[in-house]
């Protein structure tokens, strides 16, 4: 974050505005995040893809499924999976042939589409 400054600042800011001052926020780890979904897909992946494992962690910790850093975790794991399983789908190198264009998701990957 130390290429960053502004960001420490502007996340206690946003906590605060929503009266949640003490969430951890893990910011080297969601611009981590961010930064493999932009690769692995398309730059506006990136916030998409941070918003939707935040909303859906929040969920399932509202639920009361698992800890607020245990449903961040979990939604971390599954982001990665998802990118690593469109990486390999779109992967030349697995059968010799040219992979999907722009990395194409396959009718057979549609049923993890509700996660």
């Known amino acids: 974050m130390a290429e960053h400054p502004e960001l420490g600042p502007w996340v206690r800011e946003l906590l605060e505005a929503f009266e949640i001052p003490d969430a951890p926020v893990d910011t080297d780890g969601i611009l981590a995040l961010a930064g493999e979904a932009a690769h692995g ?8 893809t941070t918003y939707v494992a935040g909303y859906a962690a929040g969920l399932a910790a509202g639920h009361g499924m698992a800890s607020e850093e245990e449903c961040m975790a979990a939604a971390e794991r599954l982001v990665r999976t998802v990118l690593r399983r469109r990486a390999d789908r779109a992967d030349p190198a697995d059968t010799g042939e040219p992979g999907p264009p722009g990395g194409a998701a396959d009718p057979a990957g549609s049923a993890d589409s509700g996660r």
């Open 41 to 48: 897909v398309v730059r506006p992946a990136a916030p998409l």
